[in-house]
């Protein structure tokens, strides 16, 4: 997924909707839309279902606006789980 928004930001498109044969299991686990270039995607990606693109394909001027509200919180939290096995580790947590 990454790698099509990719190409379509470079030739200038705001957004991107992708549509899959297979959208009702690639949903219902967890879809990993990240190669490792997803910072570079500044553009909306959209994965919607075969049918879908089909009934929204035949619509002409249509104009999708989409709303991805990010929470904002105040802190975050991060654990860390650390592992003294290797001579370097431990040293490191000393």
């Keep these: 997924m990454t790698k099509r ?6 030739i200038g498109a705001k957004g991107v ?3 899959s044969q297979n959208y009702d299991l690639e949903v219902s686990k967890v879809y ?3 190669d490792g270039n997803g910072k570079r995607v500044h553009i909306a990606s959209l994965l919607i279902s075969t049918d879908s693109f089909e ?3 035949v619509l002409k001027n ?3 606006i989409a709303n991805f ?6 802190n975050s939290t991060l654990t860390l789980f650390l592992s003294s096995a290797k001579r370097s580790s431990y040293v490191f947590l000393r």
Aim: hydrophobic share 45%; net charge positive; glycine share 4%.
């Design 32 to 34: 990993k839309g990240d």
């Design 17 to 19: 909707i992708l549509a």
């Design 55 to 57: 009934k929204l394909k």
């Design 62 to 64: 249509v104009e999708i």
């Design 5 to 10: 928004a990719l190409v379509a930001q470079s």
């Design 69 to 74: 509200p990010v929470p904002k919180q105040p």
